[in-house]
Nanobody, 125 residues
Framework: QVQLVESGGRLVQTGDSLRLSCVVSGGTFSNYAMGWFRQVPGKEREFVAAINWNGGSTYLATFAKGRFAISRNNANNTLYLQMNNLKREDTALYYC??????????????????WGQGTQVTVSS
């Protein structure tokens, strides 16, 4: 059974940086494309960033460009999201997700097969 466990979320101030991690177990991490999504209560899950199986291609939502970076380490089955210059509107529950076989756009939540439980990021002014 594939499991994804996010960590690193916490309360920070505007302008701060934060790095989220997602450890994948029970499957072959290097086979998966990976993504980060976020969600606030009452809204749909929102695409943040995605990365292909070897890290050679990355994709960022418009709001994330210039502030966020996605990376992965296949040797330790870990996905990362580096977030800089955080804003209050970045407050959300952040999820990582794994895609066994890419068949569409990695920005769609429906593309992914496995999800973590999320880690809360709260940005205070």
């Amino acid at each position: 059974q594939v499991q994804l466990v996010e960590s690193g979320g916490r309360l920070v101030q505007t302008g701060d940086s934060l790095r989220l991690s997602c450890v994948v177990s029970g499957g072959t991490f290097s086979n998966y494309a990976m993504g980060w999504f976020r969600q606030v209560p009452g809204k749909e899950r929102e695409f943040v960033a995605a990365i292909n199986w070897n890290g050679g291609s990355t994709y960022l939502a418009t709001f994330a460009k210039g502030r966020f970076a996605i990376s992965r380490n296949n040797a330790n089955n870990t996905l990362y999201l580096q977030m800089n210059n955080l804003k209050r509107e970045d407050t959300a529950l952040y999820y990582c997700a794994a895609d066994r076989q890419v068949s569409g756009w990695l920005g769609y939540a429906a593309e992914y097969d496995y999800w973590g439980q999320g880690t809360q990021v709260t940005v205070s002014s």
